[in-house]
């Protein structure tokens, strides 16, 4: 069928990849900005904020694009900033059809003004349920801990401690370069002694080594990115060979959290149609797809899938094996999982076939 926007921005969807202080509004960022004086923002037009923000995620190096960040966190310092955050962004991606979100946060990074780490969490999931009310979504948090601190544990042990209130997983973020998976290992650990979940940020600006110490070492259940797992694959098309670390990947159906908009403006790959999602997907990989960062890359799910539709010609079949493969991968009880792709997903795709074959009619 012919795919437009409007057409995929109907389509069920599952996001397994988004930072909370990755996807204000700009609208938001600067009206927090005045409430609690935050003087520094670059300009305090709606417009060219948002476009400020886009120059920076293209400036193809994880650690440039990561600066973008200080103005966003600069304006989550107080609970009802946060909760008003949380809130906009449940109505966000519900309004852009996804029926399962998991967003990541680090709560470490919103308590300069005296909040406490518990408050944050508090203010975030108080959001998430007031955006979400009303809607399909069903939305959770990540609770994550920066790799370039010394807090992981006690970040892990807060993830822990809010398991059954809204909180379904723990991961590091931050730069890769230099802080690897194993210099917060204590976190880890604890987490797997609790019998809860972890993803860990691995192979996107740094390669192998990063990878095999989140799933060996770290035992993550999923790979914030993972794209440079590519660098084990060796071969023409039609003929790839895989590694022993490829191979464990793929066979383990361990998932991989790609965002493809993303790593073009990181520097990852030149372009959309040049990302490895295309030879992973072809070679049966637990591919995701994911927005990342919504603001700083001016994206949203539907913008991702035209993305693909675009470069690979991708279409219904496919964005709903996409969608299943991110729900069978979620953190979420499997009896809600089940529910999810029953109840939601797959009747949906099946609506949208009906639909496009009495358009052919």
Known sequence: MGMNHETLATAPKVLLHDHLDGGLRPATVIALASEYGYHSLPTTDVDDLAAWFNRGAKRNDLVLYLETFAHTVGVMQHRDAIERVAYECARDLAADGIVYAEVRMAPELCTEAGLTLDEAVAAMLDGFRQGSAGTDLTIYLICSAMRTAARSLEIAELAVRWRD?????????????????????????YVQRANFHSTVHAGEAFGLPSIWEAVQFCGGERLGHGVRIVDDITGPKGEEQLGRLAAYIRDRRIALELCPTSNVGTGVCASIADHPIGMLRRLRFRVTVNTDNRLMSATSMTHEMMELHDAFGWGLDDFEWLTINAMKSAFAPFPERL????????PRYALMRADATLGAI
Not at 169 to 189: R, V
Not at 339 to 346: E, S, T
């Open 339 to 346: 529910r999810i792709i029953n109840g939601l997903i797959k």
């Open 165 to 189: 209130a809204g909180v379904v997983g723990f991961d590091i973020a931050g730069a890769e370069d230099g802080y690897p998976p194993t210099h917060h290992l204590d976190a880890f650990q």
